[in-house]
């Protein structure tokens, strides 16, 4: 079981910066893949970026590239995501979440927190 709790977000300019994180609890944090997605209103939910339990493997969402980092401490449970050149429609409620297993995909997460919320004024 891994239970997760996100931090950080909150109201931005565009082109600025934020930087999200999520704290996770549990023995097998440091196994499995975390990613980030993101919810905007009246949108379904869309993967953000995703990281192997090394670190070493990343993978971003084209929207995103460029502009956004993740990144996680496995000593510390945390993952989290720097965000840069933030434009209005990165608006939306975002989600840490978790799945079993080695590979760093945008589906079949298994563990969610409960969101944080990022609002990119323009």
């Known amino acids: 079981q891994v239970q997760l709790v996100e931090s950080g977000g909150g109201l931005v300019q565009a082109g600025g910066s934020l930087r999200l994180s999520c704290a996770a609890s549990g023995r097998t944090f440091s196994f499995t893949t975390m990613a980030w997605f993101r919810q905007a209103p009246g949108k379904e939910r869309e993967f953000v970026a995703a990281?192997?339990?090394?670190?070493?493997?990343?993978l971003y969402a084209d929207s995103v590239k460029g502009r956004f980092t993740i990144f996680r401490e496995n000593a510390q449970k945390t993952v989290s995501l720097q965000m840069s050149s933030l434009k209005p429609e990165d608006t939306a409620v975002y989600y840490c979440?978790?799945?079993?297993?080695?590979?760093?995909?945008?589906?079949?997460?298994?563990?969610w927190g409960q969101g944080t919320q990022v609002t990119v004024s323009s």
């Open positions: 990281i192997s339990w090394s670190g070493g493997r990343t």
């Open positions: 979440s978790a799945r079993r297993g080695a590979a760093v995909i945008s589906t079949a997460y298994d563990y």
